[in-house]
């Protein structure tokens, strides 16, 4: 017997382990080989069954818990709120060329100061506070903040000492303080006196919570200070500010973009919306604008809340056990497993998620209760739709890594591996044909930038040109635009374009992956991971065999009655 043992534990790798914690007595060990490995299937199959079930159970409480959370900070309303504000202000209706100053004064007060109550009465003292729907408060004044370029001799000039303002970097930015009128000089008391003297002084990014903006002017990104005017809560005073502003012409041309910014409350659905209107004045004299509606939720069920946070936080720490010991276990072979690097990714993207839960509890309770302590000020919730935004990104990713491990439950995790071994057995004839094939796109994105730049909007920078031949590789391309712009030109760069990328190139992708996908078919191992459809399909074929076994039976009493009363 005990030699048998031996023969079992080094031949067939029924370790002791699996006999022990199933409490075989020796007596009932098998005596042959073909009882040996039936044993190891059967043990196997359980242990495989209790694995896949209890990670099965926690990947489905964690995906209730991720979105549970993602829920709580958003609302199937919000794409409604949304547009319902976007209409209201109608901000694309405002052409480029109108003065901004004077819209604000006329069109946009009438809309955030409504005089009457849905054209009917005037507006009633318990309802001052609406926007123009009588659905969304007002959470505070709104406020307008610029930023702006020093005013330079020019480089090179036609007219001898011209003075020139550059183009918007966050280096050039202008941060001195001024007097009223852009004048020269450091800031002084007595221009306490005016509705405006703050606007004429620079405030850091830093002290009033700012966050950099990306314009759609070749995509600039800028500060989140600047020059800044608080409205007031009142139209009257709000005119007068809007009036000194303009009569001081506080937009001039060493304006590189001004930002209008608010936030609204719907207490019906629950919801914020941060509302901010950029209105870009490039160096080339034209007018960029566009407007961006946040919506998010600052009050929900804190018990709830608190529940799936502390069952969140307990999964990412019991993750990062588990890496720790798939690690110490397998060391760097633990990444050759491609769901080990699906929890390897899910790891610091929970960490992340985590932090956020705590940096938005705690930025939610100090700027609700800034905003408390005086409601004539204005309260910057833009850092708060940031982060709510950002913690719906990731939970969001999460969610997606976390619904991609079902499949490993369900069994089908070999059609994965098997495109994982394909890619790895291609690499290095891969990682050529991208080498190659960048050096073509790249000259192809120069060729197009140099030939169309200065004609077609598509391709007025490199970036540009990069993510419009990315879209002519999916079936996307702008040919028309070119044809209008030059067309002998046109036809010979998409011609040569299609021939060399399209069909060359691709061609030669196909044919990499082809060869390699052959012999990863040739070389397919026999054994394959057991997922729930095994488990539920053998299951189901006991449950037939027994309920055959079963109708047989009853077959043989009622002919054995029929025998004895015959």
Same mark, same amino acid.
């Given at each position: 017997?005990?030699?048998?043992?031996?023969?079992?534990?080094?031949?067939?790798?029924?370790?002791?382990?699996?006999?022990?914690?199933?409490?075989?007595?020796?007596?009932?060990?098998?005596?042959?080989?073909?009882?040996?490995?039936?044993?190891?299937?059967?043990?196997?199959?359980?242990?495989?069954?209790?694995?896949?079930?209890?990670?099965?159970?926690?990947?489905?409480?964690?995906?209730?818990?991720?979105?549970?959370?993602?829920?709580?900070?958003?609302?199937?309303?919000?794409?409604?709120?949304?547009?319902?504000?976007?209409?209201?202000?109608?901000?694309?209706?405002?052409?480029?060329?109108?003065?901004?100053?004077?819209?604000?004064?006329?069109?946009?007060?009438?809309?955030?100061?409504?005089?009457?109550?849905?054209?009917?009465?005037?507006?009633?003292?318990?309802?001052?506070?609406?926007?123009?729907?009588?659905?969304?408060?007002?959470?505070?004044?709104?406020?307008?903040?610029?930023?702006?370029?020093?005013?330079?001799?020019?480089?090179?000039?036609?007219?001898?000492?011209?003075?020139?303002?550059?183009?918007?970097?966050?280096?050039?930015?202008?941060?001195?303080?001024?007097?009223?009128?852009?004048?020269?000089?450091?800031?002084?008391?007595?221009?306490?006196?005016?509705?405006?003297?703050?606007?004429?002084?620079?405030?850091?990014?830093?002290?009033?919570?700012?966050?950099?903006?990306?314009?759609?002017?070749?995509?600039?990104?800028?500060?989140?200070?600047?020059?800044?005017?608080?409205?007031?809560?009142?139209?009257?005073?709000?005119?007068?500010?809007?009036?000194?502003?303009?009569?001081?012409?506080?937009?001039?041309?060493?304006?590189?973009?001004?930002?209008?910014?608010?936030?609204?409350?719907?207490?019906?659905?629950?919801?914020?919306?941060?509302?901010?209107?950029?209105?870009?004045?490039?160096?080339?004299?034209?007018?960029?604008?566009?407007?961006?509606?946040?919506?998010?939720?600052?009050?929900?069920?804190?018990?709830?809340?608190?529940?799936?946070?502390?069952?969140?936080?307990?999964?990412?720490?019991?993750?990062?056990?588990?890496?720790?010991?798939?690690?110490?276990?397998?060391?760097?072979?633990?990444?050759?497993?491609?769901?080990?690097?699906?929890?390897?990714?899910?790891?610091?993207?929970?960490?992340?998620?985590?932090?956020?839960?705590?940096?938005?509890?705690?930025?939610?309770?100090?700027?609700?209760?800034?905003?408390?302590?005086?409601?004539?000020?204005?309260?910057?919730?833009?850092?708060?739709?940031?982060?709510?935004?950002?913690?719906?990104?990731?939970?969001?990713?999460?969610?997606?890594?976390?619904?991609?491990? $079902?499949?490993?439950?369900?069994?089908?995790?070999?059609?994965?591996?098997?495109?994982?071994?394909?890619?790895?057995?291609?690499?290095?004839?891969?990682?050529?044909?991208?080498?190659?094939?960048?050096?073509?796109?790249?000259?192809?994105?120069?060729?197009?930038?140099?030939?169309?730049?200065?004609?077609?909007?598509?391709?007025?920078?490199?970036?540009?040109?990069?993510?419009?031949?990315?879209?002519?590789?999916?079936?996307?391309?702008?040919?028309?635009?070119?044809?209008?712009?030059?067309?002998?030109?046109?036809?010979?760069?998409?011609?040569?374009?299609?021939?060399?990328?399209?069909?060359?190139?691709?061609?030669?992708?196909?044919?990499?992956?082809?060869?390699?996908?052959? $012999?990863?078919?040739?070389?397919?191992?026999?054994?394959?991971?057991?997922? $729930?459809?095994?488990?539920?399909?053998?299951?189901?074929?006991?449950?037939?065999?027994?309920?055959?076994?079963?109708?047989?039976?009853?077959?043989?009493?009622?002919?054995?009655?029929?025998?004895?009363?015959?």
């Amino acid at each position: 017997m005990e030699g048998l043992w031996l023969f079992c534990k080094r031949k067939y790798g029924i370790l002791q382990r699996g006999l022990v914690k199933a409490k075989i007595p020796p007596s009932l060990l098998p005596k042959t080989r073909r009882a040996v490995m039936k044993l190891r299937r059967k043990l196997m199959w359980k242990s495989q069954t209790r694995l896949l079930i209890t990670e099965m159970i926690i990947y489905f409480i964690f995906l209730v818990v991720v979105y549970v959370l993602a829920l709580s900070s958003s609302d199937d309303r919000a794409y409604q709120l949304k547009h319902q504000i976007d209409n209201r202000l109608e901000f694309e209706k405002l052409n480029d060329q109108a003065d901004f100053l004077e819209w604000m004064n006329v069109s946009f007060f009438d809309l955030y100061f409504p005089a009457t109550v849905f054209d009917v009465q005037e507006v009633p003292h318990e309802l001052k506070y609406f926007f123009i729907d009588f659905a969304n408060v007002r959470v505070g004044p709104a406020r307008l903040r610029q930023v702006r370029v020093k005013e330079e001799l020019c480089a090179f000039g036609l007219i001898e000492k011209e003075m020139c303002f550059a183009e918007y970097q966050l280096t050039n930015e202008d941060a001195a303080d001024y007097f009223i009128g852009w004048k020269d000089g450091r800031f002084r008391t007595e221009q306490v006196k005016e509705y405006t003297f703050t606007a004429w002084h620079h405030v850091s990014a830093f002290d009033i919570w700012g966050l950099p903006t990306s314009g759609n002017y070749n995509k600039k990104l800028y500060g989140g200070g600047g020059y800044i005017i608080k409205l007031d809560i009142n139209r009257d005073v709000s005119e007068k500010i809007i009036t000194e502003l303009k009569e001081n012409k506080w937009i001039d041309r060493g304006t590189r973009a001004v930002f209008l910014e608010f936030t609204l409350y719907n207490s019906n659905v629950n919801l914020f919306s941060f509302v901010k209107y950029v209105r870009e004045y490039p160096e080339v004299g034209d007018v960029w604008s566009y407007s961006y509606v946040s919506t998010f939720r600052l009050y929900y069920d804190k018990d709830s809340y608190v529940i799936c946070s502390f069952i969140f936080i307990l999964f990412v720490v019991l993750l990062f056990l588990k890496i720790c010991y798939d690690l110490y276990i397998n060391g760097t072979y633990y990444f050759n497993a491609l769901w080990n690097i699906t929890d390897f990714i899910m790891f610091p993207l929970g960490i992340v998620s985590a932090g956020l839960l705590f940096f938005r509890q705690k930025m939610t309770r100090e700027t609700v209760d800034k905003y408390h302590e005086d409601q004539n000020e204005y309260v910057n919730f833009e850092q708060l739709a940031f982060a709510n935004s950002l913690l719906i990104s990731l939970l969001a990713i999460l969610l997606y890594y976390a619904t991609l491990r $079902l499949i490993r439950i369900q069994g089908r995790s070999k059609w994965f591996d098997r495109v994982l071994r394909v890619l790895q057995r291609a690499r290095w004839d891969l990682t050529g044909f991208f080498i190659v094939f960048l050096i073509i796109f790249s000259s192809f994105i120069s060729l197009g930038y140099l030939f169309f730049g200065r004609l077609v909007y598509e391709y007025r920078d490199p970036f540009t040109v990069l993510a419009t031949l990315s879209r002519a590789l999916l079936g996307q391309g702008s040919f028309l635009n070119l044809v209008k712009s030059s067309p002998n030109l046109a036809e010979f760069y998409y011609v040569t374009f299609v021939f060399l990328v399209l069909f060359c190139l691709i061609t030669m992708a196909t044919a990499i992956l082809n060869a390699s996908i052959t $012999l990863v078919k040739r070389k397919v191992t026999s054994y394959e991971e057991k997922g $729930l459809d095994d488990i539920i399909y053998k299951l189901f074929g006991k449950f037939m065999a027994w309920f055959r076994r079963r109708n047989i039976t009853r077959v043989k009493d009622i002919d054995h009655a029929d025998i004895l009363k015959g």
